[in-house]
């Protein structure tokens, strides 16, 4: 069993951390909008997939899954770190990559030992660099971690089942090791899996 921490509860969010619970790992779910944390804990889903509430009730139930608005709570013992925040079009029809930036400083700020952080969320191709800076310059203390893109291919309405059967599954690192770490997680769902560098993983996403 891996403690993974997810973070953002939106539909990326909150799927992928219902599935891999699901798949036996101990998840902890942060947001930072009280109000959604809060219904959740109350089996109230902010968003509508078919299956999802039963999903979550029954990893809820079995003390798999659970939810907060504290990074400390979530990161504390952590061996995985998925950023599933927005990143809503900018008036420039870019990627407005401010979540992912506060999302990376605030775990970069608890992190207590060695962690890999896996981005889920939509972002621009060079994205992953950017955030292990971010990472290397809001440590207060250096820590080893590593980035990995693992870029979502989930369809509103078939999410459960997009993530439990997909085609395959794409992860992006400089660091093979982290990546191959990754992959273990993914070998329940029995989809090839295809281990290659941060930016061309990054890039499948807008290609696909």
């Not at 891999?20 to 959604?36: C, H, S």
């Not at 504390?76 to 990627?95: H, L, M, N, Q, Y």
């Not at 369809?155 to 982290?178: H, K």
């Amino acid at each position: 069993m891996k403690h993974i921490a997810v973070v953002g509860v939106g539909y990326v969010g909150l799927v992928s951390a219902a599935c891999f619970a699901d798949l036996g790992n101990r998840v902890i779910a942060l947001d930072i909008n009280e109000k959604r944390i809060k219904g959740l804990k109350k089996g109230i889903m902010p968003i509508y997939e078919p299956g999802l509430d039963e999903l979550v009730e029954r990893n809820v139930a079995s003390e798999r899954l659970s939810f907060t608005t504290s990074y400390p709570e979530a990161i504390k013992g952590a061996d995985f770190v998925f950023i599933a925040v927005g990143t809503p079009s900018g008036v420039d029809g870019e990627a407005d990559l401010k979540y992912v930036k506060s999302a990376s400083e605030s775990v970069a700020q608890v992190m207590d030992g060695p962690l890999i952080v896996v981005n889920k969320s939509t972002v621009p191709v060079g994205t992953g660099d950017w955030v292990a800076e971010i990472f290397r310059t809001s440590q207060p203390k250096p820590i080893p971690f590593a980035v990995v893109s693992c870029p979502e291919f989930l369809r509103e309405g078939s999410a459960i089942l997009d993530f439990m059967n997909p085609a395959r599954t794409v992860l992006g690192s400089q660091d093979y090791e982290a990546a191959d770490k990754v992959a273990q997680l993914h070998l329940p769902l029995r989809a090839p899996i295809m281990i290659t560098n941060l930016r061309t993983a990054e890039m499948v996403k807008y290609a696909s």
